[in-house]
């Protein structure tokens, strides 16, 4: 059967409180009843003890046990006298053994009254023993029964009072009180238990509103709805999954954002080369062109661009997918790049752009990386400078050491990026001039790729303003 999370918290709350609320009340009636039961046993104590002193001292002033055994009502004033809290009168049964002859105590219909009756009165538990053990009052028949206390009288045991086990008799205003004291505990264990179940309610409802919240956002979201979002209202853990569950359908929603600009990115880089050949096509179809080595041209060249199209979405691919392949191996970054220079030191001339390189290095250094993805790395960066460099312009390349990792900066001259475009560089299929010719400025995934060839070899590259007034480019790789 489903249950709500508010419905388990109210029941979880609730059953906790009904085990503390329970386990409290039966501990302070525990503890009450044993109070109670110490403090009637301590009066019982009291009573024997002054019973057994008042005993003392009669037989001091009588001599022997003889007049009191011959005098029943003595030994009834005695037993009520033994009570110090208060005045006690002789019961009926009690005025009735005084006019029997016999010394039989406690008097048989005295004990059969009392039968039904949890607490029995001290004056029906106890007997009194001359020093022989003899009854001076008492019943043969329960004499194993009884708890001896000696009666002195000048250091000399003269008798024993016995006393039959049983429980103390209770006055009438202890047992009122011990009745309302449980009535009290009871109606105040169901008082903290209606409050602990309003709080429950309440707790359950402030601590359930947040996850059916977040339930029914994550529904949302599992149906492609990517702008939901949590208000963050606490700094606790429900406060922390809202900011985590806020930060997560931001990421999807900027994925699924860049999932389609990237589909229609690809759409629209595929698109217009093939617009163009296949007007080109047409046009030679219709005799509109002449089909001679220039149109030829034409429609390879075509051809080839979307060539280098399908063959950097692959590569674009492959890394993204960490399954470009890295056949790494100790080498000098430097004589890379100075090798990638030379091989375009041409189309840097036919654009008359001078190319500076420095290396401050003390001696060379080694890297961990895979030759030929440097050269791809370094090749685009450069191609990009040959490209979009003003004729007449200058590129700087400095190579340095910063603490373990090897720093390389390519500055060229105007133009230049600007700051917000420049966060953007590294986004496929991005352009700084969205208008610029594809035969000038390629697909705009060059530096995506150069990103992931940099993070394949566990560095960094950034993209900031150059002193020239261009762009400048800084790769950092571990040495």
Known sequence: MYKSIRVKLFLAFLLTTLLVVGGMYLFMRWSLDRGFNELIESRQSERVANLVESLSEYYADAGSWEPLAENKKKWIQLLLQSDSRRHRHPRPWMLKAMSE????????????????????PLELRVMLLRQDRSIVFGRS?????????PIKYQD???????????KPDNQFGEL??????????????????????????????ILGRPIKRIAVAAKQLAVGRYNVRLPVESADEL???????????????QSEQARRRWVADI????????????????????????????????LLNDVMRLNRLTEDLYQLALSDQGALTYHKAIVDPVMILKDDVAALRQEFDNKRISVNLTDTLP???????????????????????????DSGGRLDISI?????????????????????????LFDRFYRVESSRSRHHGGAGLGLAICRNIVAAHNGGIEAHASELGGLSIEIELPI
């Not at 002859?101 to 039904?116: H, K, L, R």
């Not at 709080?199 to 409802?205: E, F, H």
């Not at 900066?409 to 600007?418: E, F, I, K, L, T």
């Open 101 to 120: 002859p016999s010394n039989s105590w406690p008097p048989a219909e005295a004990e059969n009254g009392n039968d039904n009756r949890r607490f029995k």
């Open 141 to 149: 028949d329960t004499l194993s029964q009884l708890k001896l206390e």
């Open 156 to 166: 000399q045991v003269i008798g024993f009072l016995g006393v039959l086990p049983g």
């Open 176 to 205: 009122r009180f011990m009745e309302r004291q449980a009535k009290a505990f009871g109606w105040i264990a169901l008082l903290m238990i209606a409050l602990s179940a309003g709080l429950a309610v309440t707790l359950a409802y």
């Open 239 to 253: 406060g922390q999954l809202a900011r985590d569950f806020n930060e997560m359908a931001a990421a999807l929603e």
């Open 267 to 298: 759409s629209h880089e595929l698109r217009t080369p093939m617009a163009v050949l296949r007007g080109e096509l047409e046009a030679l179809q219709d005799g509109i062109r002449p089909m001679n080595r220039e149109a030829i041209d034409s």
């Open 363 to 389: 001696r060379a250094v080694g890297l961990y990386a895979d030759p030929d993805r440097l050269s791809q790395l370094f090749r685009n960066l450069l191609n990009n400078s040959a490209n979009y460099t």
């Open 400 to 424: 340095g050491k910063r603490a373990d990792r090897l720093l390389i900066q390519m500055a060229d001259s105007a133009p230049g990026v600007s700051e917000q475009e420049r966060d953007k």
